[in-house]
């Protein structure tokens, strides 16, 4: 067993996911996911494509390391995937799962790079959907028990854990709005999806200590709400659309509390599926919290009779990507700067866990794929977190996603977000200028780092 690398102080890596990469969905023991049941539904997904084989990476992901070397990462975050470790979602474990993640764990170690391995990025195993998924209380308890066996058989080895994935978009798309798996429509009455993966988190934080983890965090996704004008209306607006999805899944985290939802009829301490000790429970002390930013959100007073106290509404005049979502990054400047301002103490070291940006570049004759948009965004928003670091941000490291062009849930394989690009037909790899151009500045700012350049933050991190 090759022992785990020392991170740097500031840390350079990308990110992906196991139902996004991986395909072999019936292999060597793994049980249906709620993705698997969802992308089976006909006009769920963008021309009906499946993640069967996404990028194969289950058998390719030697290559994929391979890649990974050349770009000189310290970290790659990936999923375990829940049904792969655990078919029923309950019960014994399945071993050739967990084998799998062994190599890759092993050929990471090998290469240098450290991993750091989300829980939970979505695909809940299908039998407990069948007994009420997040909606259900005892899926929090299932959770902590996957947690525990992943981290009994590959904690000697792996020591950095995200228990999950932006639970804000997994409630608001897969329980309030259908979009994503499972599909539910339940606006507000998906609170319980909200809570129940806060206390899974709290309960997989306290079950990956107990196997020895040393570093723990939660991934959220992070939007400052801007609001549509001065107007008090649209100000308001933008609280309660705030308090959704940053105050929703950091307080309580953080802080030990729930948020004003005043806004949305609700009081805030009297939730009925909030029993007497969960706070304490999810508010374990964290090594580290992950920030998914790709874009501020504008926020508008509602319309009337709308369910909701808040409308989202377009920007005026700023570039899109492909999946017609605005360029600011000042944006995540912002988002680093509120977070270290407003939890101030309660706040531990951020990580940018994801970033990145959809384009569809086709390579051109010689098979090059140049994709200046992408440097463009990417080396915008590398410097808002330099901005947000001078500002007084504690920020440990930096992934991109994504490294492969992958299955981009609802929307399939249409949106393009990988430094390497992708023929879903060969499944040929090919590294974009993207690519080159992030192996070139990782390079330059570990050189810049021994002589204590910007990024260069103190403390200890493993
Ligand atoms: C998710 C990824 C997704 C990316 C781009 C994030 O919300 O964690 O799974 O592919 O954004 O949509």
Same mark, same amino acid.
């Given at each position: 067993?090759?022992?785990?690398?020392?991170?740097?102080?500031?840390?350079?890596?990308?990110?992906?996911?196991?139902?996004?990469?991986?395909?072999?969905?019936?292999?060597?023991?793994?049980?249906?996911?709620?993705?698997?049941?969802?992308?089976?539904? $006909?006009? *769920?997904?963008?021309?009906? %494509?499946?993640?069967?084989?996404?990028?194969?990476h289950y058998r390719r992901f030697p290559e994929d390391i391979a890649l990974m070397r050349d770009l000189g990462i310290d970290v790659y975050r990936f999923s375990t995937a829940w049904p792969r470790v655990q078919p029923g979602g309950a019960g014994?474990?399945?071993?050739?799962?967990?084998?799998?993640?062994?190599?890759?764990?092993?050929?990471?170690? #090998?290469?240098?790079?450290?991993?750091?391995?989300?829980?939970?990025?979505?695909?809940?195993?299908?039998?407990?959907?069948?007994s009420g998924g997040w909606i259900d209380r005892d899926t929090a308890h299932r959770f902590a028990e996957y947690a525990a066996i992943t981290a009994e058989r590959l904690g000697d080895r792996l020591r950095h854990w995200i228990t999950l994935n932006e639970p804000f978009e997994h409630m608001a798309l897969g329980y309030a709005l259908g979009q994503h798996a499972p599909g539910h429509t339940y606006l507000l009455d998906s609170l319980p999806a909200a809570h129940h993966q806060m206390l899974g988190h709290g309960l997989a934080t306290l079950a990956l200590r107990a196997a020895g983890a040393s570093h723990v965090m939660l991934?959220?996704?992070?939007?400052?709400?801007?609001?549509?004008?001065?107007? #008090?209306?649209?100000?308001?607006?933008?609280?309660?659309?705030?308090?959704? %999805?940053?105050?929703?899944?950091?307080?309580?985290?953080?802080?030990?509390?729930?948020?004003?939802?005043?806004?949305?009829?609700?009081?805030?301490?009297?939730?009925?599926?909030? *029993?007497?000790?969960?706070?304490?429970?999810?508010?374990? $002390?964290?090594?580290?919290?992950?920030?998914n930013y790709y874009n501020p959100t504008r926020i508008a007073a509602p319309a009337p009779e709308t369910p909701l106290p808040f409308d989202i509404a377009e920007f005026d005049h700023v570039p899109t990507t492909d999946f017609g979502w605005p360029v600011i990054p000042s944006g995540m400047t912002q988002t680093l700067v509120e977070l270290t301002e407003d939890y101030?103490?309660?706040?531990?070291?951020?990580?940018?866990?994801?970033?990145?940006?959809?384009?569809?570049?086709? $390579?051109?004759?010689?098979?090059?794929?140049?994709?200046?948009?992408?440097?463009?965004?990417?080396?915008? %928003?590398? *410097?808002?977190?330099?901005?947000a670091i001078e500002q007084g941000a504690d920020v440990r490291g930096y992934l991109v996603w994504s490294l492969l062009d992958n299955f981009e849930w609802a929307e399939g394989y249409h949106q393009r977000f990988g430094l390497v690009h992708v023929d879903f037909e060969t499944q040929a790899r090919t590294p974009k200028a993207s690519f080159d151009w992030y192996a070139d500045l990782i390079a330059q700012r570990r050189e810049g780092d021994d002589a204590g350049a910007p990024g260069d933050t103190a403390g200890d991190q493993h």
């Open positions: 067993m090759v022992a785990t690398p020392r991170l740097p102080d500031f840390a350079w890596g990308v990110a992906t996911s196991a139902y996004q990469i991986e395909g072999a969905t019936a292999e060597d023991g793994r049980g249906p996911s709620v993705w698997d049941t969802f992308s089976a539904t $006909p006009g *769920k997904i963008r021309d009906g %494509h499946t993640a069967e084989t996404a990028c194969d014994p474990a399945n071993e050739a799962g967990l084998d799998f993640y062994e190599r890759l764990v092993d050929g990471l170690l #090998e290469a240098g790079i450290t991993p750091i391995a989300t829980l939970y990025h979505w695909d809940l195993p299908q039998p407990l959907e069948d991934t959220n996704s992070y939007t400052p709400a801007i609001p549509f004008s001065g107007n #008090e209306t649209d100000i308001a607006a933008a609280r309660d659309y705030d308090a959704l %999805h940053r105050g929703l899944f950091t307080d309580p985290v953080l802080l030990g509390r729930y948020p004003d939802f005043s806004g949305f009829g609700l009081d805030s301490a009297a939730l009925p599926f909030v *029993k007497d000790g969960d706070l304490d429970t999810i508010a374990q $002390p964290l090594d580290g919290l992950g920030v101030g103490d309660a706040l531990p070291p951020l990580w940018v866990t994801e970033n990145g940006c959809s384009y569809d570049i086709a $390579p051109d004759a010689e098979g090059r794929i140049d994709d200046r948009v992408r440097i463009d965004y990417l080396s915008a %928003h590398v *410097k808002a977190v330099d901005d």
